[in-house]
């Protein structure tokens, strides 16, 4: 069974930065996707960060060169660093992943995800 774990986030003030991880466990087949998603208040939830299964990230372009997703090397723990942070960066944040035998490819923002965290707020006060 996986199960996805988040930490991290809380009250920051604007300008300042803050981190997030999401512990995975039960992550056991080979490849492996994870993203970090958010949604705003009266918002659709939408894709901040991605590590593809190949190895590759994505980012939204709101947060490009803010925010930097990474991995553990066991691919068990997901971070996202968030930096110069903005009022609008206010959201519940999401840890997803999914994961399948073999080289089968998955990641992006449109991927439908097996697994999801229980979610962490942060909130950027100005």
């Known amino acids: 069974q996986v199960q996805l774990v988040e930490s991290g986030g809380g009250s920051v003030q604007s300008g300042g930065s803050t981190a997030l991880s999401c512990v995975a466990s039960?992550?056991?087949?080979?490849?492996?996707?994870m993203a970090w998603f958010r949604q705003l208040p009266g918002k659709e939830r939408e894709g901040v960060a991605v590590?593809?299964?190949?190895?590759?990230?994505d980012y939204a372009d709101s947060v490009k060169g803010r925010f930097t997703i990474s991995q553990d090397n066991a691919k068990t723990t997901l971070y996202l660093q968030m930096n110069s942070l903005k009022a609008e960066d206010t959201a519940m944040y999401y840890c997803?992943?999914?994961?399948?035998?073999?080289?089968?490819?998955?990641?992006?923002?449109?991927?439908?995800?097996?697994?999801w965290g229980q979610g962490t707020r942060v909130t950027v006060s100005s």
């Open positions: 997803a992943a999914d994961h399948f035998p073999g080289t089968w490819r998955c990641g992006g923002f449109k991927f439908d995800y097996t697994y």
């Open positions: 039960g992550l056991t087949r080979s490849s492996r996707c």
């Open positions: 590590v593809n299964s190949d190895g590759s990230t």
